[in-house]
């Protein structure tokens, strides 16, 4: 009935910058709290931004003042825009979205991933 897309990952050198975006789609009535999640080799996945409807976000230690997370109530989309991205930053960047369909259901969707590296 949801669906979260990701896109804007890619190869990027240390100290470069990417924006990535994710947007809800389906039998939407309201998107809530959307966050960015991600997950490097042999790590489990972790936290990297939240943001609310109201617009408060919530930054891991690791990314914050380098990282900024924002969202677009009218397109149901969110977008990370990440600067001065180190080697460290490699993972799996996933979105995730708690999510109200037309019918009252409530579902904690996530995206498929989109690949971020950084390397020289």
């Known amino acids: 009935q949801v669906r979260l897309v990701e896109s804007g990952g890619g190869l990027v050198q240390p100290g470069g910058s990417l924006r990535l975006s994710c947007t809800a789609s389906g039998s939407i009535f309201r998107v809530n709290i959307m966050g960015w999640y991600r997950q490097a080799p042999g790590k489990e996945r972790e936290l990297v931004a939240t943001i609310r409807s109201g617009g408060s976000t919530n930054y891991a230690d690791s990314v914050s003042g380098r990282f900024t997370i924002s969202r677009d109530n009218a397109k149901n989309t969110a977008y990370l825009q990440m600067n001065s991205l180190k080697p460290e930053d490699t993972a799996v960047y996933y979105c995730?979205?708690?999510?109200?369909?037309?019918?009252?259901?409530?579902?904690?969707?996530w995206g498929q991933g989109t690949q971020v590296t950084v390397s020289s």
């Open positions: 995730n979205a708690g999510i109200i369909t037309t019918t009252m259901n409530y579902f904690n969707s």
